[in-house]
């Protein structure tokens, strides 16, 4: 009687499977109608933004409970999957649950017919690829884990491909299936590695095992090479910039702004969850590679002239500003410094979550702005923020925080990750207190840079006038788009105006990981952001933004008080030049070119210049990756060679075949009789 | 936040308000008498200002309200620095609201948009205005978060009352990476404020010009902010200075007294300072806009250096 009474006390853990089976199912359903848009864009799309949400305020109130676990016997005879919902995990479904709802939204105005893929199909792997996100952060076992991971891989590769008709996405997909494959054997050899022979996969057999260094670290590497080739750490990173950009842009979004973070999620599992312990160099090759990768993706998104390609880039950046983090965070952890790597965890945390939400936030402000004008080109954009006003204020929400400008929340992160540095020296190594300082100023450049790229961004595509005459037509957002944008635009607004909240959120992550917080010192000082103690840094983002809104308003108020508030329209000054126009701004090459000459040696360039006597001149330059031409190219030509040597065991002649059965059988009877 | 703090408080922003304007008519001045021109009177930004704002503002047929909200964000972030930056007092209530780094993402909001603005109107001097602000900035920008950085070391705090209070409170000694930081900082505030050898405030040659090609299509009270709000950088950059490489006399909390005496110490500080800008300007020449980044690398490796001095040397 008993167990009928209270059979329906559901934990967090069955609603995330809920959420999973939820999700599947709506996709199901898009195969019924596979043509109907008005089904799935206007039924399907916003359901699975509602059931996001849930999920989002499922795993908010799993955060502060203990982990739970479930056994479905799922799978194959004999092993089943399991699932379990700690802290850490918690964290990362919140972050898939609130992102996902506002790019769901903006998805459900967004897709069209006839652009390859039926929108019904799409919507089968766009909620495939939603749970298999949710299910890879739950998993608790390799098995599911891989299931789920290669799940992953494959719903996206379609969704990267939606426009297959193009022979350039179709190629973009192929090496992003390459490359997702790559990283997977990295992460199923170091889940090899970390059972240690037991042959017992789950993770609390893992999390028991004690592995010496040397196990350990290859397990790291592993690790490393597996996660980073997901989450586009250099020298793994050539996909993300083709891959990104090709899929369409609410898929793009998720990818960048959800996908990268189930890897990050993945590395931070074997790293502080199932390794027993952290050794200090593991944190110094952390950090070459996040910074490698951090200005490398900024340095080449300020030059890009394709906008998706160019916020790809940006993505290359913020992870390796995450990786820095998590870098650091281990070298504290191995000298066993846990407050500090506590701060800098929470520095890596409070990036993923801002990322996450600016980062779709500006592929969906791309997205709209390619239906409205059907350009990708920034050289062909301008002038948008007359045209499409909803659009290019949101998008400049984004670009803000992308910028890591207060009071948003890019810049908390960076803020804390800055903090963590300098609260550094008193590591017990004087060569790693040597690279802090370096370290620390490489990061203020990656974010300096941001700034500027992002206003080449925003200001191409949105300020001064059209580039192209038709750009007039450019027709606003629909309201699902503008529903979608707002959603993301106030996240990214929440994380910078309320840190000291959310990092009471992160405080049980980072108690789970490496068993300290910053939940009790910020708690103590209410709105004020003060991660260790109030003399040493603050940070309060209300009264920041309270005391420029004050001063905007009292000089607002003052000047028309005192003088007036007369205005007058005229065409442009321009120094009194009369025949300017649209053509004679910056374009995208010109606003990248600085940085194309200060930072020549990062890129393989192309350039075309005219002579002064040519009829028709061109100019052309093109900026290519030297990772490319120097290790790509020539794998790939070692492959191919490879592959013709052994091509010429293929004659295709039946005498021949009958030979190499016969060499082999001799071969066999000579091992077997000896 | 007791009544003084917040008397103090209000007294640096009416302060800011009135002396910012009041520094750049001084060093306007000096810089005629250096180069043997005679000189416009000490209160012409005054009047300048006033011209301005009763001017009507022309505003470009298609510019959007972002052209128009920049200047009144421009004014307010950099209205907000000065509030921040212990020029009289360390005992300011907003203060805990924005430490060192906080005040570096405050000038970069105001360059940021002061460029998007720029950008606005669609003009090839406003773009190219706006590139060349943005590759100062970015350049300078890192810099001085070293700068700060390698003071904020010291106490071990990025608080910038806290920095102050405990460099104001050590016995004359020379910190090495201090002397490498204010070396780094003079440069960067060169740079940032759009002076001599980088950009040249009083030029009006179209191709040489930075910050007068950002604000170019402004007029009006647009401009009066805007040129308000420039001044008050310059004031702020000074104010910053003084407070990292010279804090004495700067009061602290419940000192009363010292709060009435450190307005006649700032202002003979800003005075000397004035005329050493002045000096530098006129004995320097201006530098093409691709040594710029030769410039600024240097500034910025050189508070790099002081980081590391300061590691290495442990003081």
């Known amino acids: ?674 | 936040m007791s009544i003084l703090g917040s008397l103090s408080q209000l007294l640096e922003i009416v302060v800011a308000l009135l002396l910012a304007p009041l520094l750049v008519g001084w060093v306007n001045q000096w810089r005629a008498w250096l180069q043997n021109k005679s000189a416009p009177g000490l209160l012409q930004p005054y009047r300048v200002l006033h011209k301005l704002f009763n001017k009507e503002s022309v505003v470009a047929q298609h510019a959007s309200p972002l052209f128009r909200a920049a200047p009144y964000i421009v004014f307010s972030a950099m209205l907000l620095a000065s509030a921040i930056i212990p020029t009289l007092s360390t005992d300011l209530p907003l203060a805990p609201a924005a430490d060192a780094i906080a005040l570096v993402g405050l000038f970069a909001l105001a360059r940021v948009f002061i460029s998007l603005a720029a950008m606005d109107v669609g003009t090839a001097f406003g773009t190219m205005g706006a590139r060349r602000e943005m590759l100062i900035g970015f350049l300078a920008e890192p810099a001085l978060l070293m700068v700060l950085f390698s003071a904020s070391l010291i106490p071990k705090s990025t608080s910038l009352a806290t920095i102050v209070e405990t460099l104001a409170h050590r016995e004359l000694a020379i910190y090495p990476s201090l002397a490498f930081g204010g070396v780094a900082f003079t440069m960067i505030s060169l740079a940032e404020n759009a002076r001599v050898p980088v950009d040249n405030p009083a030029t009006h040659l179209e191709l040489t010009m930075i910050h007068e090609a950002l604000i170019l299509e402004y007029s009006g009270r647009h401009l009066a902010l805007l040129e308000w709000a420039a001044s008050l950088k310059l004031f702020a950059y000074s104010c910053l200075g003084l407070a990292l490489f010279l804090p004495w006399g700067i009061a602290e909390a419940h000192a009363p007294l010292e709060l009435v005496l450190a307005l006649p110490v700032l202002v003979l500080k800003l005075a000397v300072g004035g005329v050493l800008l002045a000096l530098m300007e006129t004995a320097s020449a201006k530098m093409r806009i691709f040594r710029v980044p030769e410039f600024l690398g240097t500034a910025f490796l050189l508070a790099v250096i002081g980081v590391l001095v300061h590691i290495l040397l442990g003081v």
């Not at chain 1, 195969?31 to 359901?47: E, I, Q, R, S």
């Not at chain 1, 290669?150 to 350039?168: D, G, K, P, Q, Y």
């Not at chain 1, 990061?443 to 059209?466: D, E, R």
């Not at chain 1, 917080?517 to 209300?542: E, F, K």
């Open chain 1, 1 to 674: 009687m008993n167990a009928l009474l209270e059979p329906a006390r559901w934990l967090a853990l069955d609603w995330v499977l809920v959420v999973a089976a939820a999700w599947l199912l709506i996709g199901t359903l898009g195969l019924f109608a596979l043509t109907n848009l008005g089904w799935v864009a206007k039924v399907l799309f916003p359901a699975g933004g509602a059931v996001a949400l849930l999920l989002a305020g499922v795993a908010g109130s799993a955060m502060f409970s203990a982990p739970e676990t479930a056994v479905l016997p799922l799978g194959l005879p004999g092993l089943p999957f399991h699932f379990r919902l700690d802290p850490l995990a918690a964290f990362f479904l919140m972050v898939i649950g609130a992102t996902s709802a506002g790019v769901s939204a903006f998805a459900a105005g967004y897709f069209r017919k006839g652009e390859g893929t039926p929108p019904g199909l799409l919507c089968l792997e766009y909620h495939i690829f939603l749970a298999s996100m949710a299910l890879v952060v739950l998993a608790d076992d390799a098995y599911a884990f891989m299931v789920m991971w290669e799940t992953m891989a494959l719903s996206s590769f379609f969704l990267v491909i939606a426009n297959h008709r193009i022979a350039e996405i179709r190629q973009a997909g192929y090496l992003y299936l390459l490359i997702a494959h790559i990283g997977a054997i990295g992460i199923l050899l170091s889940f090899g590695v970390l059972q240690a022979n037991t042959g017992d996969y789950t993770f609390a057999n893992m999390r028991a095992q004690h592995l010496s260094p040397f196990w350990a670290s290859a397990a790291f590497l592993l690790a490393l090479l597996g996660f980073g080739a997901k989450s586009g750490i250099v020298p793994l990173h050539v996909w993300l910039p083709e891959a990104h950009p090709a899929a369409p842009s609410p898929v793009s979004a998720l990818m960048s702004a959800v996908m990268l973070k189930t890897a990050v999620y993945g590395f931070l599992r074997v790293t502080f969850d199932l390794l027993p312990a952290q050794l200090w160099w593991w944190g110094v090759v952390l950090l070459a590679l996040g910074l490698a990768s951090a200005v490398f993706g900024i340095v080449f998104a300020a030059v890009q002239v394709d906008m998706k390609r160019l916020l790809a880039y940006s993505s290359i950046e913020n992870i390796g500003l995450v990786f820095t983090g998590i870098g650091l965070a281990v070298l504290f952890a191995a000298y066993e410094m846990n407050p500090m790597a506590a701060l800098a965890l929470t520095a890596a945390l409070y990036h993923v979550a801002s990322h996450a939400f600016f980062k779709s936030l500006l592929f969906v402000g791309t997205g709209a702005v390619l239906h409205a004008t059907g350009q990708r080109s920034l050289g062909k954009l301008g002038g948008l923020i007359r045209y499409m006003p909803w659009v290019a204020w949101l998008t400049l929400v984004g670009a803000l925080a992308s910028a890591g400008l207060p009071p948003l929340g890019g810049f908390v992160s960076e803020w804390l990750l800055l903090q963590s540095f300098l609260f550094t020296p008193g590591l017990p190594s004087s060569f790693l207190n040597m690279l802090i300082p370096v370290v620390a100023a490489l990061i203020a450049l990656v974010a300096a840079l941001s700034g500027y790229t992002m206003v080449k961004f925003f200001g191409v595509i949105f300020l001064g006038q059209p580039r192209e005459t038709n750009l007039v037509h450019a027709h606003r957002a629909g309201p699902w788009e503008r529903a979608g944008m707002v959603w993301l635009a106030l996240g990214c607004i929440a994380l910078g105006l309320l840190p000291a909240q959310f990092i009471q959120l992160v405080d049980t992550v980072t108690r789970q990981l490496v068993a300290a917080g910053l939940g009790s010192t910020v708690r103590a000082s209410g709105w004020l952001l003060v991660p260790v103690d109030i003399d040493r840094a603050s940070y309060g983002p209300v009264v920041f933004l309270l005391g420029l809104a004050a001063s905007f308003a009292l000089a607002f108020a003052l000047v028309r008080r005192l003088y007036h508030g007369r205005i007058r329209r005229a065409a442009p000054w321009d120094c009194g030049y009369p025949w300017q126009n649209a053509r004679m701004q910056d374009t995208a090459e010109g606003f990248g070119q600085p940085i194309r000459q200060i930072f020549e040696p990062f890129f393989r360039m192309q350039r075309e210049l005219p002579s002064p006597f040519d009829r028709a001149p061109v100019y052309r330059v093109v900026v290519g990756d030297h990772f490319w031409h120097w290790l790509y190219l020539p794998v790939a030509a070692a492959v191919e060679r490879m592959s013709r040597w052994i091509g010429r065991l293929q004659q295709g002649r039946i005498a021949v075949y009958l030979l190499y059965s016969f060499v082999t059988l001799v071969a066999v009877l000579l091992v077997v009789t000896r």
